[in-house]
C-alpha cells in the first residue's frame, strides 16, 4: 500500500506541475461518461498510468478516462480506481481541482475498497489519505509534509449542493432549503475535490450530489469519485449515504462507470437526508 501512495505522491507533483503549463484545449476524444476530453485529463490520465504501472502489487487500473480497466500484474493484489483530474474544465476559470483515488482488493465493490486518497491542486498541493485514520499532507518544495488529522464534528455549517435545481425532486429540494433557513452558508465550487475538502477542514456540514429527474442515478462515479470519498468521511468520523439511506461503501458497483446519488457529511446533517429522504 506504501508503494501506491507514494505512486500517487509522484503524480501529484508531475500533475501540478501539468496544470500550469499545459494548455486548456479540448483533446478529440470523449470519455465513458461522454464528457469532452481536456489535453489535460488525458495527460493527467497518463501520468498516473505511468506511475502506478511501476507498482508491483497492483493488478487492475481503471480510470474515469478510460472505457475499462487495464491489467499491470496478473499476480498483484490490489485494483486501483482513479479519476485523474476531476472538474478539469474549472482549471480554466483557475479554480481548484483534484485527483481522486480508491484502492481495492479483489472487485470494485464498495465493500472491498481497503483506503483511498485524493489531491487538491490549489492555492497549495495538498494530497489527504484515508487507510485508518483521515490524514492531511501539504506538498512543500518536493516533500507532502504531514500537517493534521481530518475530523467531523457531529454538525457544521457549510451547505454544498450539487446537480441543476431545476431537476431536483421536491423532497431535495426541501432538504437543501431546510438547511438555508438553519443558517447554513452555501460553499459550491463545481468541484467535488475542493468541495468536500472544504467541509472536512472546517469540520462539518453537507455535500450532496442527488438523484435528479434528467439524471435519476446522479451524476458522481460510485468506483471513481464517490467510494473513495465515502471511506474518507466515514474515517474522519462522518457519514456518506445513498437515496435510500444505505452506506455509499455498502453498495456494488456492476461496472466501473457506475453513478450514484450520494450525500457526504457530519452525523446532523446526515440525519436530516434520511429523514426528508423517508429512511430515517
Ligand atoms: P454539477 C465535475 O464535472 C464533477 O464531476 C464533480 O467534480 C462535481 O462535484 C460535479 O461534477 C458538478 O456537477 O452538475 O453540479 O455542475
Request: some cysteine.
Amino acid at each position: 500500500m506504501t508503494e501506491i501512495i507514494e505512486a500517487i505522491k509522484r503524480s501529484a507533483k508531475r500533475i501540478a506541475q501539468e496544470i500550469q503549463t499545459t494548455d486548456f484545449g479540448y483533446h478529440e476524444g470523449t470519455n465513458e461518461s461522454g464528457e469532452q476530453q481536456l489535453k489535460l485529463d488525458v495527460r493527467s490520465d497518463l501520468i498516473i498510468e505511468e506511475e502506478l504501472a511501476q507498482v508491483s502489487s497492483i493488478k487492475l487500473l481503471a480510470s474515469e478516462e478510460k472505457s475499462d480497466p487495464i491489467t499491470i500484474n496478473e499476480e498483484g493484489r490490489y485494483l486501483v480506481g482513479y479519476d485523474p483530474l476531476d472538474g478539469s474544465s474549472l482549471v480554466d476559470t483557475n479554480l481548484s481541482v483534484g485527483s481522486i483515488f480508491g484502492i481495492y482488493e479483489k472487485s470494485f465493490n464498495g465493500p472491498d475498497l481497503l483506503a483511498s486518497a485524493y489531491v487538491v491542486y490549489g492555492p497549495r498541493v495538498e494530497l489527504v489519505t484515508a487507510t485508518i485514520k483521515a490524514e492531511r499532507f501539504i506538498l512543500q518544495g518536493d516533500d507532502f509534509v504531514y500537517l493534521q488529522e481530518l475530523a467531523l464534528k457531529d454538525k457544521g455549517k457549510i451547505n454544498a449542493p450539487g446537480g441543476t435545481q431545476k431537476h431536483w425532486y421536491p423532497h431535495h429540494k426541501k432538504l437543501i432549503q431546510s438547511l438555508f433557513e438553519e443558517g447554513y452558508r452555501l460553499r459550491y465550487s463545481g468541484g467535488m475535490v475542493p468541495d468536500l475538502h472544504q467541509i472536512l477542514v472546517k469540520g462539518g456540514g453537507l455535500f450532496s450530489y442527488p438523484g435528479t429527474t434528467d439524471k435519476p442515478s446522479g451524476k458522481l462515479r460510485k468506483v471513481f469519485e464517490v467510494f473513495p470519498f465515502a471511506n474518507i468521511y466515514e474515517k474522519a468520523g462522518g457519514n456518506a449515504i445513498d437515496d435510500l439511506g444505505r452506506r455509499l461503501l455498502e453498495l456494488p458497483a456492476h461496472e466501473v462507470h457506475e453513478t450514484t446519488p450520494c450525500f457526504f457529511g457530519s452525523s446532523y446533517e446526515i440525519q436530516k437526508v434520511k429523514e426528508y429522504y423517508g429512511q430515517a
